[in-house]
């Protein structure tokens, strides 16, 4: 198996969830190309979801180490150091990849949730340093000029906290279990800060207005800075341009099928081919054009295209029902086609080979009325008067010898020779 092909199957995964199995393509592909950086970077995302967060450093190290001048990979560094608590490490793996590409919006949410991270955690003790930025002279300005905490200042009971905290900035603990102090002291600090309830970036709602003094002290809870969310794994650019062509034949598909239905068959023949011609792994492109053939009567052209889409689909390992669709669709235009009762034998065992794909109500209706078909076409076939007189005077001349079995014989070929024979008894 090629590098790419294990990459392929490592990036689906992903993209599916399954981060043990893609971690595990991942790991043979880099067995095949060990110098590849984007493998490396793959899988320590990989890793990183699955919050192992060891390799997934080892891995990004590899990364840097083979491509230094790539800015994804101390996105990848920075991620991995993070979740294994080192914040000041990532702080620095994401500044130098933001000195690599300073437009990168990973990077840059990377590293403003590392410094946050980095944020020193103070002692009940040190509540005053902190808590003294409620005294600086651009307090209301600030909270007035966001229009997350703007609507905090028309709250009576959100004033009275700030203004004990101007008089009293050790009381700081005292409030920060009030999700919108820890919005403003987010403004403050001008970091993102998360409590146990809300999210610092949306604005909560005004608790009930306290009816007497402050709350009383509680124990400030502890803030644990959120695990780095890995980006998507890379992909390359035959991948990338493989997925848009898979789109732009899906387009297509979906205007052959528009066409199909308003019974303009030619455009729909050109979407369908269009969108084979765009991607060439998804039989239904076939079995589609197949449909608007029979339709058309050119019952030739459908039984080429669902055999092509029956051999195609057994390389890709197409789904069953695909399969016996095209099958299905291969039989009911070889009966279209049947002129003898030996014709309808291919078109029969064409919607058995169906059936053993799939089950499938209306192919079983297909069959039954093809071998009805046949046995018509059988008797049509075997229906000759002249035949069936010479029988019967055979069955006379038996009879008057009483030599009733080779009588009975006889009439019975004249009656299938030509059944309204009333001359048949004697």
């Known amino acids: 198996m090629a590098a790419d092909e294990a990459k392929a199957k490592g990036n689906a995964a992903f993209s599916a969830g399954r981060f043990e199995e893609a971690a595990g393509h991942f790991g043979d592909a880099i067995a095949l190309a060990p110098d590849n950086h984007v ?62 590409d300073p437009s990168n919006a990973a990077l840059k949410d990377g590293l403003a949730q590392a410094r946050s991270a980095a ?53 700081l603990n005292n409030y920060l279990s009030d999700p919108r102090m820890m919005q403003v002291l987010s403004l403050m600090l001008n970091i993102k800060v998360q409590n146990q309830n809300n999210d610092a970036s949306e604005p909560a709602p005004a608790p ?8 009383p002290p509680q124990k400030q809870p502890e803030t644990k800075p959120r695990e780095p969310e890995p980006e998507p794994v890379e992909m ?13 034949a899906q387009k297509e598909k979906e205007a052959g099928n528009a066409a199909y239905k308003k019974k303009d068959f030619e455009t729909a023949i050109q979407h369908y081919t269009k969108a084979m011609e ?41 789904d069953f029902k695909m399969v016996s669709r095209a099958l299905t669709r291969k039989g009911t235009a070889l009966a279209k086609l049947a002129k003898s009762s030996k014709d ?8 058995q080979k169906a059936l053993t794909e799939h089950r499938n109500p209306d192919t079983l209706k297909r069959l039954n009325d093809a071998e009805r078909a046949k046995k018509e076409l059988e008797q049509q076939e075997y229906y000759d008067p002249k035949i069936a007189d010479e029988e019967r005077e055979k069955g006379n001349e038996f009879f008057k010898q009483q030599k009733y079995p080779e009588a009975v014989k006889h009439y019975t070929e004249a009656l299938r020779r030509n059944p309204k024979d009333p001359k048949v008894i004697p």
């Open 39 to 100: 493998l490396f970077s793959n899988r320590s995302a990989a890793y990183a979801s699955l919050h192992r967060y060891k390799e997934a450093l080892a891995d990004a190290e590899r990364t840097v180490a083979l491509r230094p001048d790539w800015a994804k990979g101390y996105s990848r560094l920075g991620a991995a150091r993070l979740g294994s608590g080192d914040a000041a490490g990532a702080v620095e793996a994401y500044e130098k990849g933001l000195a690599l």
């Open 344 to 351: 309808y034998d291919v078109a029969i065992e064409t919607f």
């Open 236 to 248: 390359t650019d035959e991948e990338k341009e493989r997925k848009e062509r898979k789109a732009a």
């Open 278 to 318: 765009l991607d060439d792994e998804d039989i239904s492109y076939l079995t589609n054009r197949a449909a608007v053939y029979l339709e058309m009567g050119q019952y030739d052209d459908c039984i080429k295209d669902c055999d092509m889409a029956v051999e195609r689909g057994r390389e890709l390992r197409a």
């Open 119 to 171: 944020l020193p955690r103070r002692p009940a003790s040190g509540a005053d340093a902190i808590g003294k930025i409620f005294q600086g002279p651009d307090l209301w300005s600030k909270i007035a000029a966001d229009p997350t905490t703007r609507a905090y200042l028309d709250q009576p009971d959100f004033m009275q906290m700030l203004r004990d905290l101007q008089r009293n900035p050790g009381n």
């Open 208 to 215: 009930t207005p306290a009816k007497s003094s402050p709350p």
